[in-house]
T-cell receptor
Framework: EAGVTQFPSHSVIEKGQTVTLRCDPISGHDNLYWYRRVMGKEIKFLLHFVKESKQDESGMPNNRFLAERTGGTYSTLKVQPAELEDSGVYFC???????????????FGPGTRLLVL | AQKITQTQPGMFVQEKEAVTLDCTYDTSDQSYGLFWYKQPSSGEMIFLIYQGSYDEQNATEGRYSLNFQKARKSANLVISASQLGDSAMYFCAMREAFYGQNFVFGPGTRLSVLP
């Protein structure tokens, strides 16, 4: 069974440009999460999809970040326009959605390393 | 206040020895889950072990075990018979049933296994 995949693995862009990150969850997983780790800081929750619906987007830093999950399959996270402080590692995770959330293991992708110059 | 505290930024252990990575947490919720993840230098986050707040027995998964002390709000990871491949960052995480609703991670502990 394929794990969570993320694309690209690395992205280097200039301030003001747009970047779109993609996440493909484990097949059949209803829950999809985005996290990020800014340099030297802790991993922080960004948002949570249940199928195609945004369950919780309380962690999104500002309106330059837009996440979508069309059809409840893969998800994209767009940063427009990117700022220097957006640099970090963006992780996607998925879980089945068959158990209470606090009991379910989230399986993480390898992350996308974003560098904004 | 920090929800998850990992007081050891870095740890060294000799190969084949056991090591304990500390994790304390803060929650008002009665139902919560505690998770440990390993992040090797390649960057991916690998799930290791889970402990539910109502689980009476400490979780074990192969060489990994969780020393869960609910009254002290600690969930230390014990790795037995360390291997060179265990060198990595280790993150403790918590998810509350009612408050917060999403994973909160600790700052991580970098473990280095010495040959």
């Amino acid at each position: 069974e394929a794990g969570v995949t993320q694309f690209p693995s690395h992205s280097v862009i200039e301030k003001g440009q747009t970047v779109t990150l993609r996440c493909d969850p484990i097949s059949g997983h209803d829950n999809l999460y985005w996290y990020r780790r800014v340099m030297g800081k802790e991993i922080k929750f960004l948002l949570h999809f249940v199928k195609e619906s945004k369950q919780d987007e309380s962690g999104m830093p500002n309106n330059r970040f837009l996440a979508e999950r069309t059809g409840g399959t893969y998800s994209t996270l767009k940063v427009q326009p990117a700022e220097l402080e957006d640099s970090g590692v963006y992780f996607c995770a998925s879980s089945q959605g068959e158990m209470p959330n606090h009991q379910e293991t989230q399986y993480f992708g390898p992350g996308t390393r974003l560098l904004v110059l | 206040a920090q929800k998850i505290t990992q007081t050891q930024p870095g740890m060294f252990v000799q190969e084949k020895e056991a090591v304990t990575l500390d994790c304390t947490y803060d929650t008002s919720d009665q139902s919560y889950g505690l998770f440990w993840y390993k992040q090797p230098s390649s960057g991916e986050m690998i799930f290791l072990i889970y402990q539910g707040s109502y689980d009476e027995q400490n979780a074990t998964e192969g060489r990994y075990s969780l020393n869960f002390q609910k009254a002290r709000k600690s969930a230390n990871l014990v790795i037995s018979a360390s291997q060179l491949g265990d060198s990595a960052m280790y993150f403790c995480a918590m998810r509350e049933a009612f408050y917060g609703q999403n994973f909160v991670f600790g700052p991580g502990t970098r473990l280095s296994v010495l040959p």
